[in-house]
């Protein structure tokens, strides 16, 4: 089906984008468990390959250069030819992934396939993000659901992977299984048809000609940047804290394990108040504002926590306003913005992450050498600059100075009341 089969109208019928928002939402359902199956398989992997851990961690870093390469190119590719041969792109990339490492003992050729699982993620969000906007609707609560997705996958894999280990089963089910996810999403995703993607929505609109260029530039460059840190404050997290409850903590195995899964169940009602708040018209620079605020505070009390049920509810927190959209809600705002190059902005954007996920992973290595301890450190330090980052955002897309509201007047920051 061609990309911009669609109604002489340009507007999807009700049921077509309840077809095509399930087979994209399925999409990151794979893709949160991708996202950290070989982090929770790290001893297994290990021993499969007869390396270190750091090594393992190393080859991690092999998502972040797959993103890296990919995602401008993807961006151009989006708005040039369509949204629908990216998401097949991603899919099929994906399957090689999931495929290949339980199958090669061979280290390069994995790091080709973590390579391949980073472009597999470049090209779905190239082709996903665009998508869901020109869908039309509150584009900014459809984005954030994909978030919801994702966290539930990576809520349900390491209780699958605790469950392996406990059983002594063979690591590779959990890489096996999710290939059957995406050949059923195959079937769906061919019979339904994309939106016109020269559609602009109302929604996307915004009055840059009320921001000057220099406040323009500033918020352009505090969201990318943004971009950073986000994805990287959550990497480090679910590829480094079941070790860190562990080794440092002392916790069991399942317990360990259960502070990820709290993490995504955090992550899950967190999209979810996102979503309800983004309906309600909660100003999106607000939420991001409040979001860093808390999880800094919940990722530092997990640093210092001694007890179990501490790091439980602060994993939880953190899951709930570190992953529970605030991505996606920054990737919003730069798409308002730009409102003309969705594909090629959320590129940009996302190529910020792809650095994380590749520097990420080479950094806690290093670390790792020193104490696992100093990565989660390292981690409140990340939580700090993003925090910065979006509050600089919020003051230089406000034409009165930073003056920011929580349901109207809850919060009230004002420091310079002249417009520029």
Same mark, same amino acid.
């Given at each position: 089906?061609s ?26 359902? *794979? ?6 199956i ?13 390396? !270190?851990?750091? /090594? ?11 993103k ?10 989006s ?10 792109? &991603? ?38 993000? !665009? ?46 299984? !999710? ?41 352009? *460059? ?18 480094? #804290?079941?070790?860190?409850? $562990? ?7 399942? /317990? ?7 993490y ?6 967190g ?14 620079? /607000?939420?991001? #504002? *409040? ?9 530092? *009390? ?25 991505? $996606? ?9 730009? !409102?003309?190059?969705?594909?090629f ?7 910020? &992450?792809?650095?994380? /996920? ?10 790792s ?11 409140v330090?990340?939580g700090?600059? &993003? ?13 009165n ?20």
């Amino acid at each position: 089906m061609s990309d911009s089969s669609v109604s002489d109208s340009n507007i999807m019928r009700k049921s077509d984008r309840r077809k095509l928002s399930l087979s994209l939402y399925l999409n990151y359902f *794979v893709h949160g468990i991708g996202l950290i199956i070989l982090a929770q398989n790290m001893q297994a992997l290990g021993h499969f390959w007869n390396v !270190p851990i750091a /090594t393992v961690s190393y080859v991690i870093s092999g998502i972040g250069i797959g993103k890296l390469i990919a995602y401008l190119l993807f961006g151009y590719l989006s708005d040039r030819f369509g949204r629908k041969m990216l998401v097949y792109s &991603g899919v099929l990339s994906y399957m090689i992934f999931f495929i290949g490492i339980p199958f090669t003992h061979n280290i390069a050729l994995s790091y080709v396939l973590a390579i391949i699982a980073g472009i597999a993620n470049s090209a779905l969000d190239s082709g996903t993000y !665009p998508t869901f906007v020109e869908m039309g609707g509150n584009n900014s609560a459809s984005n954030v659901f994909i978030k919801a997705f994702m966290s539930l996958g990576e809520f349900i894999l390491p209780l699958v992977v605790a469950m392996i280990e406990v059983r002594h089963l063979w690591f590779g089910i959990s890489f096996v299984a !999710p290939v059957a996810v995406l050949l059923i999403n195959l079937v769906i995703l061919h019979s339904v048809s994309f939106p016109d993607r020269k559609k602009a929505d109302a929604q996307l609109e915004v009055k840059t000609e009320e921001i000057s260029q220099i406040r323009k530039g500033i918020s352009t *460059v505090a969201l990318a940047l943004y971009g950073y840190t986000t994805m990287a404050i959550m990497i480090l997290f679910t590829q480094w #804290i079941t070790m860190f409850a $562990q080794k440092d903590l002392g916790f069991g195995l399942i /317990t360990a394990h259960a502070l990820l899964s709290l993490y995504s169940i955090g992550s899950i009602s967190g999209v979810i108040i996102t979503f309800i708040l983004l309906k309600l018209n909660v100003p999106e620079n /607000t939420l991001l #504002i *409040v979001s860093n605020l808390i999880s800094l505070v919940a990722i530092f *009390v997990i640093t210092i926590a001694t007890t179990p049920l501490v790091s439980m509810t602060a994993a939880f927190v953190f899951g709930f306003t570190a992953a529970g959209g605030v991505l $996606q809600v920054a990737l919003n705002l730069l798409l308002k913005l730009f !409102p003309e190059h969705k594909g090629f902005v959320t590129g940009v954007y996302m190529t910020f &992450g792809s650095i994380a /996920t590749f520097t990420i992973p080479l950094i806690t290595g290093l670390l790792s050498k020193t104490s696992i301890h100093a990565i989660m450190n390292f981690d409140v330090m990340i939580g700090v600059v &993003g925090t910065v980052l979006v509050i600089a955002s919020a003051m230089a897309m406000n034409t009165n100075g930073a003056l920011i509201h929580i349901s109207g007047r809850l919060l009230h920051i004002n420091t310079n009341t002249t417009n520029e």
